[in-house]
Each structure stands twice: as structure tokens, then as C-alpha cells.
């Protein structure tokens, strides 16, 4: 029988799951994931993990104990360092193994290698090896697995970046679906409004803890960008404006991209998604709000959710800032 190795569908899930998905399928082991969040994984993360922990955090653990109770025989929770030999993840994703191993019990085996490009030449296929090798995979199959995991990862990527919000681009991953016509980032009629949606993306695209925040706006004929769907190369070469350089990951994605689509206008509105509870965003979103101020007459909203965010109050702010966006277009007409 093959092994089940559970996989949390959260956190970097939403960028990952192909590679980590297609790696582990193709080394033999069956790939269980816990699911969409929902009440019972928020109530079980809220109860066990740590009381001072983000919502994200908390999201994750729920979805950590959902994968035990589907009795899976490992759980991958790497220790994602560095992916692009510059900026770090946040340090809950660094101890996200010792905060489940210090917190839960009754686990099965975790597979927690360590993801640092900084570390040199193949540092990426080293931590891949490891997480075969606990699973008795010998290294051609690893090296096999590991080669396809890639090309899955550049195909959703690729996807990503011709429009598709990463729930898209995972359906058709996961049903081996045709690709339809890309949906465009900014293609619009002349009364559509575009939003962008900055932040996390395992608050954007999830469902539940956002309160459906792409598809009311889909609803109210917004059209939605992310971070996800911008080109990677121009977002990468923005220059540092600040004093010192964001140091964290997501933090200095959603500044670039706030650079990147004020150069390149086509947004009426920007949103940022923070979590309660996130260290980085406190920073981050003040920074954000003066460069959008400074750079353009760009309307910019905050908007940060926690474990008891609600269908009401997230509507009607969304609905009072579309209307304020549209009077002002209006008025620049
Ligand atoms: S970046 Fe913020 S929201 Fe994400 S895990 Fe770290 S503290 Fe939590």
C-alpha cells in the first residue's frame, strides 16, 4: 500500500501544492490534503495553537489536526526558508515544524526538510531527496519525481500569470482540466472596475477566512488582480524605494506589486487583505497606504480579518469603497 502523505491546504498551498503534489505522486506515496478550510479546522486551530498566533497559524494547525483525523501516514510541513535567494519567509513559517511538534500530539511522522536556495547549487533538490528518502524512495526515482515536480510548478505558474486566481489555476491542476481562453488581468468594458487585491495569498484565496472577498467583488462586476497574476520578472526588478528592504517574502511581493501597478495604472482601487494578529503587516500596510498616497490618486482600503470576521461587515465595506471609487471616476470623467 502506498503511503499517505498529508498536506495541509493551507499556507503556501496555494503556490506549491503542483510541485509538492506531483513530486510525492510521482515517488509513489498517495497524496491526502485536508480539504478547504471551514468552521471545525478554524475552531480546532484556534483551540490548540498558540493563543498569540496569526489567524493564518492558527488556520494551519486546523488543518494539520483535519489530516490526522483522515489517519494519514506522514505530514509535510516543510521549513520553507528562502525560494528566491533573497527575501525570507515570516519566522512562523521558519518554526512551523517545532510550533506542531511542541503543540500536538499523537503524530504521525512529519516530513519537515528544510527549503533554502541561499544554501548553494541543488539546495532545492537536496531538501526534495530528503523528503524521498523518508519514504524509502530511491534517488532515480527522486530525480524523476523531482524533474516533473518543477515542470508542474512552471505550467501552474504559467497559468498564474495569464489571469487565473490560484482555487483556478489548482482545479484545473488537480482535474487535469483544458485550459480555457485566459481570463487577462486587466481586460475590462469601459464601465467594469479593476481592483487589486494585495496581501497573503492563503487569506485572498481562502474562501472561508477572507468571507469570500474575489467573489463578492466578482458579484459587484469588480474585476479582481493579485500579486499571483502579475509578471514575475518587472515585479522582481522594481528597485528599493524604501530606506531598507523589506525583509519577509510576502511583505516585499505586496510592496512591489504596489509599485509595479502604479507605474503601470489599469487599478482603480487597491485592497489590502492583512491578518490580525501578522507582525509584518503592521508594518507593511502603513508603508503600502503612504506610497499609494504619495505616487497616484489611487483609492487604497485596508481590510484585515480574523477568526470572527463576518459576511456583513466585510460587505459592506467592500461595497462603501466601490462606491466611493466609482463617484471619483465619475467625477474624473
Ligand atoms: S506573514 Fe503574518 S499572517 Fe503570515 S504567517 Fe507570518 S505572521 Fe502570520
Redesign the pocket.
Known sequence: MPARVGIPGTLLYYLYFPVWETFFRNIGAEVVTSGKTNKKALDYGVKEALADA????KLYFGHVLNLIEKGVDYLFVPRVVCLNGETTY?P??LGLPDMIRHVLTDLPPLIDVRMDVREGTGALYRAYSEAGRALGAKWPAVAQAYGKAILAGRRFFALLQAGYQPPEALEIFKNKSAVQKSPGHFHRNKTELVFAILG?PYLIHDQFVSVGLLNKLSKMGIKAVTAENLPAKPLARQPHILDKRLF?T?SDLAYKATQFLLQRGGVDGIIHLT?F?????AMLDKFMEMLVKERSSIPFMSLTVDEHSGEAGMTTRLEAFADMVRRKKGAAA
Not at 496569526?54 to 497559524?57: G, K, L, N, Y
Not at 494578529?277 to 503587516?281: H, K, S, T, V
Open positions: 496569526c489567524v493564518p497559524i515570516c512562523k513559517f497573503y519577509w510576502f491578518a494578529g501578522c507582525g509584518p503587516d
